[in-house]
């Protein structure tokens, strides 16, 4: 049989062989990083046998799917520790997540903290006593049997849903044995280090009718190097919680009154303004027009952009004179309405329309999260009506706008391309046209993408930018959705150069998403620590005593009157505690005035970049800041002594 692989080459074998085998033939060190493979793109275990021609991807952790296998099998061994501890626990799931694994279980008494660390220890021992891990399956009848026997009510329920003719998968290691479609690693010997990081409570299956249960988070690498790197990003992680930073800095608050409605306070209105400035300026400079649409629309037009249908369940309605209307969970049906609402001609075209539009979104409240996730948030949307042989243009100018915005705030970021889903609208032939022409438009940008099968929208296909944060951490947040449906279900129209009607072409596309989570993001990746430009309170005049006050105020004029955003502190304390406290609160510059700045007309300049960076006359400094500022430079913060 003929192996092809990855790269290309072909390896030829006289009989069946199991992925595990094909490794070492390939590489001793391969077969003992692998962890999962792919046979004809098919997700499968190392034992999988292979018996006919076939292409073969070897996948270890520094894989998504090579990592996922890790992770689950780990879960796996902590549900085995679980039970040997604590033999009366119902076992739920124990998936693995982007950043590790889970296990919801339902004990009588309560699993606490301290209780992880024994978790942990009986685990270890498991790994020790490297056990193979091995596949087997059972008829769905002979499934539900054997998990009554164990009393295992969760995996029965879990099997009653499977169809009739299945035949269930289990991994046994050791006396544990465990419903699971896998795949999983050889033995337990290869999760070297790991962690439990967290409880929560989770309902099964995630509906608050039914019953809590404790979901148990944990970590695994290959290599405690790796581990202990990971634990450190999420011990800097919260250090920059967002929520945390947010409280200090006077930028934003939640309320029980308004669960994942965010409250900004005066610094955050600061921030949030000289975000939505830039972006108007950056749009303006990009051909855009802004637009705005009304946040309560009729059903009749949710129903006619199919979101009534395919969103329903996330959305806010009421009724206005016995009709039925819905607060808007999106900005395009009113952008649709916009295009409508006067004849357009080829020559009209593109037309790029930009929208900060406040949309609700009914999340359940477990899901609430800070910024992060909230109900109702500013989305920086812009519509774009085009021709079909505008597309590849158009699109790469959205995609260097979106570089052009994330290259700004020192953001490195990756490209997804995602395809038609299952429930979408629309012809092949649409569907086509539209994937081809975001592919295309990579392809010319030279960009690398990642294709993600069946994530796209239900119109359309979109294009995602994913960006990294400064501890490493990826975002979602620019997107890119190209639509030929909702042109057609609002039936709009231009006129082209030979006359007749024709369809426009859209795009919708965000750069920073969501307005809210982006400061979110911003507030963890400069640790509230923000450029100048972009920081609520640039400057802090701290005057030595009462007696200079005078002066203060006056330099603090100044600035005011240069436009920069400063204040004084006016409280009688020793200075090196107005020093301390400015620079708890992050501000980027502080003026000390006293007896000498005052008699020299000079102010002494401290600053979070540099420290104690001298005597400066008022308007050198108010010269450089506003270069800084105008230029949007991005300082490194130096820690101070």
């Keep these: 049989m003929k192996i092809t692989l990855k790269d290309g080459s072909v390896k030829e074998y006289g009989q069946s062989m199991a992925v595990i085998d094909i490794a070492r033939d390939l590489s001793e060190g391969l077969a003992r990083a692998a962890t999962a493979a792919k046979v004809n793109g098919e997700l499968v275990d190392l034992r999988t046998v292979v018996s006919a021609d076939s292409e073969l991807e070897i996948l270890t952790f520094d894989s998504e799917d090579g990592k996922g296998a890790f992770f689950h099998t780990t879960s796996h061994i902590m549900a085995q520790a ?9 076992l739920a799931i124990g998936p693995s997540i982007d950043h590790g694994f889970y296990y919801d279980v339902d004990r009588e008494t309560a699993f606490v903290a301290d209780d992880l660390e024994k978790i942990e220890a009986e685990m270890k021992k498991i790994v020790k006593e490297n056990l193979p891990i091995e596949r087997f399956t059972k008829s769905r009848e002979d499934a539900i049997a054997y998990f009554k026997e164990k009393d295992e009510p969760y995996k029965v329920e879990l099997i009653e849903d499977l169809p009739e003719d299945e035949e269930i998968s289990f991994y046994q290691q050791g006396e544990f044995v465990d419903l699971c479609a896998g795949p999983h690693l050889m033995s337990t010997k290869a999760v070297k280090a790991f962690k439990l990081t967290s409880l929560a409570g989770a309902y099964w299956r995630g509906n608050e009718k039914n019953k809590m249960l404790t979901r148990i988070y944990g970590v695994s690498y290959p290599k405690k190097a790796d581990l202990d790197e990971y634990l450190h990003m999420m011990e800097e992680a919260k250090k920059r919680d967002h929520r945390k930073l947010g409280r200090e800095l006077g930028l934003f608050m939640m309320c029980d009154e308004g669960p994942g409605f965010p409250f900004f306070l005066p610094k955050g209105m600061v921030l949030k303004n000289t975000l939505l400035e830039y972006w108007r300026d950056l749009h303006k400079k990009n051909g855009y027009v802004e637009i705005s649409t009304p946040i309560i629309l009729s059903r009749h037009l949710w129903e006619n952009s199919g979101h009534w249908d395919h969103y329903k369940d996330n959305m806010y309605t009421t009724v206005i004179d016995d009709e039925d209307y819905a607060v808007k969970p999106m900005n395009c049906p009113g952008g649709m309405l916009v295009y409508k609402s006067e004849p357009r001609s080829y020559k009209d075209l593109p037309l790029r329309a930009g929208e900060l539009g406040l949309v609700h979104r009914h999340e359940k409240s477990g899901q609430l999260h800070g910024l992060m996730r ?30 052009e915005v994330y290259k700004l705030f020192g953001f490195k970021y990756h490209v997804e391309l995602s395809t038609r889903p299952e429930d979408s609208m629309g012809s092949d032939e649409d569907w086509e046209l539209a994937t081809d022409g975001l592919k295309g438009a990579l392809d010319d940008l030279g960009l690398d ?81 923000f450029p100048t430009w972009l920081a609520p309170v640039q400057v802090k005049v701290l005057p030595i005593s009462d007696k200079y006050m005078e002066y203060g105020e006056k330099v603090l004029t100044e600035l005011d009157a240069a436009g920069i955003r400063a ?10 505690y107005k020093i301390r406290e400015a620079q708890m609160n992050k501000i980027p510059y502080m003026l000390v005035v006293g007896a000498k700045e005052e008699e020299a007309g000079m102010v002494s300049v401290r600053s979070r970049f540099a420290g104690d960076e001298g005597q400066k006359s008022l308007a050198a400094f108010i010269e450089a800041i506003k270069e800084e500022i105008n230029a949007k430079t991005i300082r490194e913060t130096v820690k101070e002594d």
């Design 567 to 576: 204040e004084i502190d006016t409280r009688a304390e020793k200075i090196g």
């Design 374 to 403: 909230v109900r109702c948030f500013t989305q920086d949307d812009a519509h774009i009506f085009m021709t079909p042989e505008q597309i590849r243009d158009e699109i790469k100018g959205v995609a260097g706008l979106i570089d």
């Design 82 to 90: 679980i039970k040997r501890l604590y033999p009366d626990t119902k």
């Design 449 to 529: 993408y990642v294709v993600n099968e069946g994530d796209g929208a239900f119109y359309g296909p979109k294009i995602d930018f994913h960006l990294e944060d400064s501890i490493g951490r990826t975002w979602q947040c620019g997107t890119i959705q190209l639509d030929m449906q909702m042109p057609q279900r609002f039936d709009l129209e231009y006129t082209g150069a030979d006359g007749e009607k024709h369809r426009p072409i859209m795009i919708h596309r965000v750069a920073f998403g969501s307005i809210e989570r982006f400061i979110g993001i911003l507030i963890e990746h400069f640790a509230g620590a």
